[in-house]
């Protein structure tokens, strides 16, 4: 493999010719060959979005001009703002590419691995170096001529790594929480779709997993669209937070060497970017401090798998058997179900979701844990809270969008089974109490488990009531 030398504050290292990053970078590929697994694109986005930012910032305020004074030899003569546009064109190409091409040109230029040096050193520098190599390709240099644009004097110019990770950690959180919200709120439409469809089928609720009075299968459906709206109200009250930026606090949030209109042209500039309405932090030391801002979403996160994982434990209980279970729904067949049992279909896409859910609760328990871990003026373990909370919400909403496109729309009723356990339901005694009187209805009850008959049958058969008058008393009992 043909190789060059590039040069950062430990000295020199030998980097692949054809790799857009540098020194720093090719130490953490020795340093952390720990999982294989990559930051997600959306945090690396997040990156050049605000190195991109920065630089605009910079060159507004005439940073980079104040650089080239004082020394005449930067930028090997090229003009400050041939330099901050060089690395914006750099960002811009790059960010399009892992956002609409997944990565396909520049993907590989980004190989820190998740486990790496703490608060995220190695995966600020890597972003640095990349933008630094492709912005001198860009002005006509050579990768590595540092003089002409210098991955930490210049991508990152009034930056620290305790700034940046957790500024691009928020923007790349409020991302993907466009697309998990989208999922929730189409999953609850077709709850409310099939709940609606089922509004005419009554059949036997359940309590302890015994029999309950009687409800309809579509409120049953019809609630489970409701919990999963409220998860959409708890999750936009966690963005709030996120929407704080501590950017230009730089170091430890006290903004040394930042100039001082970089935090609110940083917060400006990151609007317009990404469109959201971000805003800058009125504590930037305790924003360095904290990262309560994840732990809320991951825990609104946390709250809503909860909720998926009972609903879909739920379904599958509903859709048990066919004939030795509930049976009282049927989920459209996505794959054989067993590769020795000729026929059998198995609840796939909700026991997929299951384990999403699980998936998410034990990244939930390690941003609490991460979080927790902070030591007075940073919180060293960002990259595993980064990965973890972009972990949860991107396999949630690819786990919502199947559970909704491949079960629920297509969750069919089976009345008559509804009917038949509605009509043998022991719950029917407490519909009948009113009418009939508790000791009746207790008789009742006691001979239908003895005999075997319904409770329908027996109170027929008794006279005390027409069939008419029973179904009637039925539903009316359902509000």
């Known amino acids: 493999m043909e190789t060059r030398i590039e040069q950062d504050s430990l000295g020199e290292m030998r980097v692949p010719a054809d790799a857009l990053y540098g020194a720093s970078t090719a130490r953490a590929i020795q340093n952390f060959p720990i999982s294989g697994i990559r930051m997600q694109p959306s945090l690396v986005g997040a990156l050049l979005a605000i190195k991109k930012a920065a630089a605009r910032v910079n060159r507004e305020t005439g940073e980079f001009q104040a650089r080239q004074a004082q020394d005449s030899g930067a930028f090997h003569g090229r003009k400050p703002d041939e330099v901050a546009d060089a690395i914006v064109q750099a960002a811009e190409e790059i960010g399009r590419d892992l956002m609409e091409q997944d990565g396909a040109v520049y993907g590989a230029q980004f190989p820190v691995d998740v486990y790496q040096a703490g608060a995220g050193t190695a995966l600020n520098m890597n972003v640095n170096e990349v933008l630094a190599n492709r912005a001198i390709e860009i002005l006509g240099g050579e990768r590595g001529?540092?003089?002409?644009?210098?991955?930490?004097?210049?991508?990152?110019?009034?930056?620290?790594?305790?700034?940046?990770?957790?500024?691009?950690?928020?923007?790349?959180?409020?991302?993907?929480?466009?697309?998990?919200?989208?999922?929730?709120?189409?999953?609850?439409?077709?709850?409310?779709?099939?709940?609606?469809?089922?509004?005419?089928?009554?059949?036997?609720?359940?309590?302890?997993?015994?029999?309950?009075?009687?409800?309809?299968?579509?409120?049953?459906?019809?609630?489970?669209?409701?919990?999963?709206?409220?998860?959409?109200?708890?999750l936009d009250e966690a963005a709030v937070e996120l929407k704080e930026l501590g950017i230009g606090g730089n170091a430890v949030g006290t903004g040394i060497n930042t100039h001082p209109d970089f935090p609110l042209r940083m917060v400006v500039a990151l609007s317009e970017e990404t469109g959201y309405d971000l805003r800058s932090g009125e504590d930037l030391i305790e924003l360095c401090q904290s990262t309560r801002a994840f732990v809320m979403l991951s825990a609104a996160t946390r709250s809503l798998a909860l909720d998926l994982n009972r609903i879909a434990n739920d379904i599958r209980l509903l859709a048990s058997g066919p004939t030795t279970g509930l049976a009282e729904i049927v989920l459209p067949p996505v794959q054989p179900g067993s590769s020795i049992m000729p026929g059998k279909v198995n609840p796939s896409i909700p026991e997929m979701l299951n384990m999403v859910c699980y998936q998410v609760l034990g990244c939930d328990t390690t941003i609490a844990m991460a979080s927790q871990a902070g030591q007075l003026e940073l919180n060293v373990m960002m990259p595993v809270m980064a990965y973890n909370l972009n972990h949860s919400l991107i396999i949630l909403t690819n786990a919502i969008n199947m559970f909704t496109e491949r079960c629920v729309v297509a969750i069919q009723a089976d009345a008559e089974r509804c009917r038949a356990y509605l009509d043998h339901s022991l719950g029917l005694a407490t519909v009948l109490t009113p009418v009939i009187g508790y000791l009746e209805a207790a008789r009742i009850v006691k001979y239908a488990q003895r005999s075997g008959a319904s409770i329908r049958e027996v109170v027929l058969q008794e006279g005390l009531l027409s069939p008419e008058a029973f179904d009637r008393l039925i539903t009316e009992s359902i509000r």
């Open 145 to 234: 001529d540092r003089l002409m644009v210098d991955p930490n004097d210049h991508v990152n110019m009034g930056q620290s790594t305790n700034d940046v990770i957790p500024t691009a950690m928020r923007i790349a959180a409020l991302h993907l929480l466009e697309a998990l919200r989208r999922s929730v709120g189409r999953l609850a439409e077709a709850f409310q779709e099939r709940g609606e469809a089922f509004h005419g089928i009554v059949k036997s609720g359940r309590t302890h997993l015994q029999d309950a009075v009687p409800l309809r299968l579509g409120q049953e459906f019809i609630a489970w669209a409701r919990t999963v709206r409220r998860s959409v109200t708890t």
